[in-house]
């Protein structure tokens, strides 16, 4: 099975590439899987997998840090994020927001579709994402979006790599490691080495038993 990583960042799954030696490049290849560092953003990835999404993979793993909605979750938890909705795709009526789907013009939720039942994706919990141009860090924002989608992570790409893959009708699989909780900007919080850890071992466990 030929796979591409997709990541926004290299530091996001830096450990990964040092384990298998790989070159500092965007896009690096191995006989087993390729790697697609897109950069930050939606049009960011949705340009680089433009240039790289092929019928010859058998499956895009979108892989990355997030903050976290619920507070239950503890940091450095690897999540299976099995949908994703652009968040702010669509238009404001005053204090209201209209989705692009209430607007006749797509749709704004995608689903990462795959049949993978090996023990490391199974045994990860399933939730629901979000993708944003602007993270969140305002009590007033964060309280909106909690009451209109209930997503439980939020980033700034996986929507637009699940929307990639269904249009070209490839596998995909999210998995996201909490490195924050959504809250009021404060980077004293964060903890992104165990995340950026978590995943990484993760991923490693993954590639070497599928």
């Given at each position: 099975m030929k796979i591409l990583l997709v990541a926004a960042t290299r530091p996001e799954i830096g450990l990964l590439t040092e384990h298998f030696k790989l070159p500092e490049k965007d896009f690096m290849q191995t006989p087993e899987f390729d790697i697609l560092i897109t950069g930050v953003g939606m049009t960011a990835t949705a340009f680089?997998?433009?240039?790289?999404?092929?019928a010859k993979y058998n499956l895009v793993l979108n892989l990355g840090i997030a903050g976290c909605f619920d507070r239950s979750i503890p940091l450095g938890s690897v999540l299976?994020?099995?949908?994703?909705?652009?968040?702010e795709l669509g238009a404001e009526n005053k204090e209201h927001f209209i989705s692009i789907d209430e607007l006749g013009f797509g749709k704004s939720s995608y689903s990462a579709y795959n049949n993978l039942l090996s023990e490391s994706v199974t045994k990860l919990k399933k939730v629901k994402g979000i993708t944003v141009n602007r993270v969140h860090g305002n009590e007033v924002s964060i309280s909106a979006v909690k009451t209109r989608l209930n997503p439980v992570t939020e980033s700034m790409e996986g929507a637009a790599v699940l929307y990639g893959c269904e249009k070209a009708g490839i596998p995909c699989l999210q998995i996201r490691s909490i490195s924050n909780y959504v809250?009021?900007?404060?980077?004293?919080?964060?903890?992104i080495g165990i995340a950026v850890k978590n995943l990484n071992e993760w991923t490693l466990g993954f590639l070497t038993n599928t």
């Open positions: 680089a997998l433009g240039q790289h999404l092929s299976n994020i099995t949908v994703d909705e652009f968040a809250e009021p900007r404060n980077k004293a919080a964060w903890n």
